[in-house]
């Protein structure tokens, strides 16, 4: 009573109003009147950050008085996400700022719709390092993310004439109320030129590296909050300046523009993520980035660790670095080089340092996806790494040689330069050699490695090998993004499931209970209907929330197999056509997902969807029974909305090529049932829910290989199925392309004649399965039953699981409290 609490740190509601309305005021300059949407989304998250900074803080304080042990996360990608609502969630305040906004006459949702969301990864991987991020602080564990500071993230997706098209993201137009830069620990960067060996006034051997060009790295700091701890740890990414004193010289004799042009130069570094998520083309910018973040990053570690007054021999123990894929993996040779030339160490504490710091995580199966760099590339751009990787060879050959004599087509397999034709460095040797521990993200995953991708290294260090299945964060992907489900669940199970995602178990004991069902399928059905509305607005599509939503989003690839489910739908609409009163259980297929802007047969594929979709949404034969919708830009708050509203989640890939998947335990999680292949970490959801619960169809890894190995055919299964070759027929003739008979050419050519992900040998399969689903669905309380309990099973897809796995398992870091005296 008559208490004031701190307008920066409180947390009462007044308090809080009192804070957003001084921000509306003195950060945004305005008043009621006058302010925008956009003004009043400023002002509350300037009012959140104030509350966030004090425990970002005092976890900062803490870290540093007890030199606690930190995990170093490097990707190149952190697809984060809006920061708001996240942020509230994770500061327990939601429900109390949501009435205070309310009580103002505001929406806290359409507030939380201002964000520009951060979209500084492709899909993923880049999601999986954000879900990291989130389960690290809630578990208290002393971390860094570090990465790059895109000044344009992904693409936004507009679709015009059915054909994707690109527009750059410009996510930081507005400022960004999330981060603090921090240019008092700018780091340089060296580039190009060569390296010159001499001799050093003490008669020492040196090696001195003279590059052509020099950049600076600016660190800006993002605060990642823990769910209901005080922790607060730190997202540090780097944007590239030009030094202010590199181009004195050009100053000096007057070359004014040529100096403006090296500065422009140096700020391309961080200025655009690449936007496709295989390695195809080797870009040197694409490599300049890597190193760039890598070498800002390992020297920024190094100066925390001569601030705490540790000798660098305690690198590793200060520091567990863990290389997101290879996109980090010149760290290997960064760290040698700045061990040995900067900091004169000898080869073998530096080797012994790299190797028990690094820890790489491997996300693929395709070998062409596998990152190598030109050698001529890459010793332009960095001629130390250069010899220091030969070197590394040199050494990591005798050993291959020790214990595999005369074996010299095993060499050539393991070494770190490919020397098949033109040659290349191979950054996953490169990362198998540095590091301690390598891991794949999903059971089958790994296994596969083994057998295939990395065998020989898997021969040569099999103690190196691990399975770290993937997992997402409930934070966001339920209780920030279905509330009423939330609510639900802890109603009858209280709230500690948050934060210890097993305890969902205990909703099995509800499955089949009536009142629970009915529950169960509102919410679903509420949040279906939400989803209509967006589609009613974005697309001008009127669907029926009745009908099932059956939902295919993410990344468009050959493998992830988005054209069979075309072919599940221009089926049934054949069927249709050729028996009008024929019964089918009412769908709705929803599509979301970009394709690599380079990528023709992807972009080819979204024109197939919106061609189909526009002869089907109008054709009175198939009206209240199949509707198709493709939502532009498929990014991570559209995500977010998706999950809700979803009956069915399609994960499809051909198996042995999808690493893990993370969407299908976001659609589980929230109620969907998966129709899926034996791939990734289906194998692990299906063993969960249990097989009666999961819709399995198609080859599996083993059968896929075997039948490639004795020669596949797909023109056999067009021949002899009979609804296959309508549907193929159908998209060939011109039916959803106003009679061009070209337009879809080679997308019917592909499968006709080479079919490499083996969608018409899968294709009854899917079909028939996909009559299961729709015959399931007319059973309500059976598929609500399902739908529980796949939710109830999911405990083991938390984030926090495979964090606290990584932890005991590879990184061996322990917990650390931070309270908020002081
Ligand atoms: C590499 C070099 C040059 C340009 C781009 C790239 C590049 C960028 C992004 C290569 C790959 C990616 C992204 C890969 C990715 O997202 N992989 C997915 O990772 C998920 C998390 O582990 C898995 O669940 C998916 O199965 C896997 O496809």
């Not at 619960?693 to 056999?716: C, D, H, I, W």
Request: glycine content about 6%; hydrophobic content about 40%; some cysteine.
């Amino acid at each position: 009573e008559g208490y004031l609490e701190d307008g920066r740190t409180g947390m009462s509601p007044s308090t809080l109003k009192r804070a957003f309305l001084n921000n509306l005021f003195y950060v945004q300059g305005k008043f009621k009147a006058l302010a925008t949407p956009n003004d009043y989304y400023m002002a509350l998250a300037y009012a959140i950050r104030d509350r966030l900074l004090q425990r970002w803080i005092n976890t900062a304080a803490i870290y540093t008085a007890q030199g606690s042990r930190t995990v170093a996360y490097f990707s190149a990608e952190f697809l984060m996400g809006p920061h708001l609502g996240n942020n509230l969630i994770n500061l327990d305040i939601y429900k109390d700022v949501e009435k205070g906004i309310a009580e103002m006459g505001l929406n806290l949702g359409e507030l939380l719709e201002q964000e520009e969301e951060p979209g500084l990864g492709n899909g993923g991987l880049g999601r999986l390092a954000a879900c990291y991020l989130d389960s690290l602080a809630t578990l208290e564990i002393p971390s860094l993310g570090y990465g790059i500071r895109y000044e344009f993230g992904i693409f936004d997706q507009e679709i015009e004439d059915g054909w994707q098209v690109e527009i750059t993201d410009k996510w930081l137009r507005f400022g960004n109320p999330w981060e603090i830069a921090r240019p008092e620990w700018a780091v340089e960067v060296k580039l190009g030129g060569h390296t010159d060996h001499y001799v050093d006034d003490h008669g020492r051997y040196r090696i001195r590296w003279v590059p052509d060009q020099q950049v600076t790295g600016i660190p800006y700091d993002t605060p990642i909050l823990g769910c209901q701890t005080n922790t607060a740890n730190t997202l540090r990414l780097w944007t590239a300046e030009a030094p202010e004193s590199f181009n004195f010289n050009a100053f000096n004799s007057g070359d004014y523009l040529g100096a403006v042009y090296e500065k422009v130069v140096s700020e391309n570094i961080s200025k655009v993520l690449y936007p496709n998520d295989d390695s195809s083309q080797g870009k040197k910018l694409r490599l300049t980035q890597q190193y760039f973040f890598v070498s800002c990053s390992l020297q920024d570690m190094i100066r925390i660790l001569v601030g705490q007054e540790l000798p660098l021999e305690k690198f590793h123990e200060k520091f567990a670095v863990q290389l997101n894929d290879t996109h980090p993996a010149i760290a290997v040779a960064e760290l040698m080089r700045l061990l040995i030339d900067m900091h004169h160490m000898s080869w073998d504490s530096a080797w012994s340092i790299t190797q028990r710091t690094f820890a790489y995580t491997n996300h693929t199966l395709l070998p062409e996806a596998l990152e190598r760099w030109p050698v001529e590339l890459f010793g332009s751009l960095l001629p130390r790494h250069l010899e220091i990787i030969y070197e590394l060879n040199d050494r990591f050959l005798d050993e291959v040689r020790i214990k595999f004599p005369e074996d010299d087509s095993r060499l050539s397999r393991m070494s770190l330069i490919d020397e098949s034709g033109e040659r290349y460095v191979r950054m996953a040797h490169l990362a198998c050699v540095g590091s301690h521990a390598i891991n794949g993200v999903a059971a089958l995953h790994t296994e596969l490695l083994k057998q295939d991708v990395l065998y020989d290294f898997y021969q040569m260090y099999p103690g190196k090998f691990q399975n770290k299945t993937n997992g997402v964060t409930p934070r966001r992907f339920m209780v920030l993004s279905n509330p009423a489900l939330t609510e639900l669940v802890t109603s009858k199970i209280g709230d500690t499931w948050i934060k210890n995602l097993g305890e969902l178990q205990k909703l099995e004991a509800w499955a089949d209970n009536p009142e629970f069902q009915q529950q169960w399928r509102q919410i679903k059905q509420a949040n279906k209907q939400e989803l209509a509305a967006y589609i009613q607005k974005h697309n001008g599509i009127i669907v029926d929330p009745n009908s099932i939503f059956d939902i295919l989003a993410k990344r468009f690839h050959e493998y992830k197999r988005q054209y069979l489910d075309l072919l599940h739908i221009v089926t049934l609409y054949n069927r249709i056509k050729a028996n009008p009163d024929i019964e089918i259980t009412p769908r709705t297929f929803i599509f979301g997902g970009k394709a690599a802007p380079g990528y023709f047969m992807a972009k080819l594929i979204i024109k197939l969807i919106n061609s189909v979709a526009d002869v089907i949404n109008r054709d009175p034969d198939v009206r209240g029974r199949l509707k198709v919708v493709f939502l532009k830009n498929y990014n991570v708050k559209l995500a977010q909305r998706i999950y809700p509203a979803a009956d069915l989640s399609e994960q499809i890939s051909t198996a042995g090529k999808e690493a893990s998947g993370t969407g299908n335990m976001k659609f589980a999680l929230n109620g969907a049932l998966t129709i899926g292949t034996l791939d990734g970490a289906n194998v692990e959801i299906r063993e969960e829910v249990g097989a009666e619960n999961f819709f399995l169809f198609g080859l599996t890894a083993e059968q896929v290989y075997a039948k490639r190995a004795s020669g596949y055919n797909p023109m056999e299964y067009y021949n002899s199925n009979a609804e296959l070759r309508l549907a193929l027929d159908r998209i060939a003739s011109g039916f959803f392309s106003h009679g061009d008979t070209e337009l879809f050419k080679p997308l019917v050519d592909s499968l006709l004649h080479h079919d490499q992900y083996f969608l018409l040998a899968d294709y009854q399969s899917y079909i028939d399965c996909q009559e299961q689903v729709g015959l399931a669905y007319r059973d309500q309380d059976r598929w609500t039953h399902m739908s529980i309990l796949n939710a109830a099973r999911m405990g083991k897809f938390s984030s926090d699981r495979s964090i606290q796995d990584y932890c005991r398992e590879i990184w061996k870091v322990e917990p650390v409290t931070i309270t908020l005296e002081n």
